[in-house]
């Protein structure tokens, strides 16, 4: 099963700008100053069937 939200990390580069670092499933992220309760609608989401 593939999940039906990710998560994408991103990074600045100087003298680039923004690249993608990796996907990862969304519940495997850290929160990081996002907000939990999005957060967990997502993770839900997710692993939806």
């Excluded at 990074?11 to 907000?35: I, K, S």
Aim: negative net charge; hydrophobic residues 50%; glycine residues 10%.
């Amino acid at each position: 099963m593939r999940p039906r939200t990710c998560v994408l990390d991103a990074a600045w580069v100087e003298g680039r700008g923004w690249v993608l670092l990796e996907a990862n499933a969304a519940w495997g992220a850290g929160l990081n100053g996002c907000d939990a309760a999005e957060a967990a609608r997502c993770i839900a989401e997710a692993t939806r069937a």
